[in-house]
């Protein structure tokens, strides 16, 4: 094979090289449903206009984040609410927000004052409102295992 035949078929396979790592990251961007949001709400504007309301009367962004918004002093490692209708159902939600001690429900790893607060007191069309749009929240099956498990990891404190 002479040095010119030798240039040329390199160069081909270059090219055939480049074409084929091309269709490889084509590909990935293709699979487009890993690059979307994976959580989303099913809640009416109504529901969800109500429930936010009710969400910063209580302060529940002091310790949780949603939509990936926390407050820039947030230190408390609670677990995020995004998909937590997905995680919980709607009678534990509800159980959960009415108990007098939570942590009876869900154990906590963390001191006192950083705990899930008991909303106990707080009036049942708040709750009820509240409840709905949690259970509302959820997330396309596709990361429910990845939220299944940084939700453990927030709870626990370790790897699961
Ligand atoms: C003082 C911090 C704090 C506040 C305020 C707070 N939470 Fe929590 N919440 C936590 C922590 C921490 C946990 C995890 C359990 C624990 O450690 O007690 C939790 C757990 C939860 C869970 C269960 C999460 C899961 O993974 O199952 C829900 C739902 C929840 N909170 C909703 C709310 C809502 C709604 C509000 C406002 C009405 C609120 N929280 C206010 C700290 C807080």
Same mark, same amino acid.
């Given at each position: 094979m002479r040095k010119g035949e030798?240039?040329?078929l390199l160069g081909i396979a270059a090219i055939v090289l480049t074409l084929m790592a091309k269709?490889?990251?084509?590909?990935?961007?293709?699979?487009?449903?890993?690059k979307e949001l994976p959580f989303f709400t099913t809640a009416s504007t109504q529901l969800n206009r109500d429930a936010m309301a009710i969400y910063r009367k209580y302060q529940c962004k002091s310790c949780h984040s949603l939509w990936?918004?926390?407050? *820039?002093?947030?230190?408390?490692p %609670?677990?995020?609410? =995004?998909?937590?209708? &997905? !995680?919980?159902?709607?009678e534990w939600l509800a159980d959960y927000l009415a108990a007098a001690e939570p942590q009876k429900i869900l154990s906590s790893r963390l001191k006192p004052e950083f705990r899930m607060p008991s909303y106990a007191? *707080?009036?049942?069309?708040?709750? %009820?409102t509240l409840? =709905?749009?949690?259970? &509302? !929240?959820?997330?396309?099956?596709w990361y429910?295992?990845?939220l299944k498990k940084s939700e453990c990891k927030k709870l626990?404190?370790?790897?699961c």
């Open positions: 030798k240039i040329i269709n490889a990251l084509y590909q990935d961007d293709v699979n487009e449903e890993e990936t918004v926390k407050d *820039m002093m947030q230190t408390v %609670a677990p995020a609410l =995004d998909g937590i209708g &997905s !995680l919980r159902s709607r007191a *707080m009036p049942e069309q708040e709750r %009820a409840v =709905d749009y949690l259970a &509302s !929240l959820k997330v396309k099956d429910l295992e990845d626990t404190g370790e790897a």
